[in-house]
């Protein structure tokens, strides 16, 4: 029962407190930041691998995704952003995700004809 348990991507140290070492705390944003970017391009090297696997049927996936992404950037950052930035925000999430749910019931449609 000993240690830290481990956290995202095996990395097993806590953030420490900006007071105590700012050496460790640059160094701990470095690694999740690394960490992060890696994720990332495996996740390109995957869509690029998959493409032509699927005969560029991952293609239709990238619309839905940009709609989900365009939604956070334009609610923003602000704890309570204009009616209007919500409600274009609102409207992109809800679009997004049922262009996924249109794509599934194809897959799942086009599964059971082959």
Do not use: C, N, Y
């Amino acid at each position: 029962m000993g240690g830290v348990p481990p956290l995202i991507g095996g990395i097993t140290e806590r953030a420490p407190s900006f007071g105590f070492d700012a050496a460790r705390v640059v160094a701990h944003a470095l690694r999740a930041r690394h960490l992060e970017v890696s994720w990332a391009a495996g996740l390109v090297g995957l869509r690029v691998i998959g493409l032509p696997l699927t005969d560029r049927v991952l293609d239709g996936h990238l619309l839905p995704s940009a709609l989900l992404a365009a939604a956070v950037s334009v609610r923003g950052k602000e704890e309570r952003p204009p009616l209007s930035r919500r409600f274009a925000s609102w409207l992109l999430r809800r679009l997004g995700r049922l262009l996924f749910a249109v794509f599934l019931a194809a897959t799942v449609h086009w599964q059971g004809r082959g």
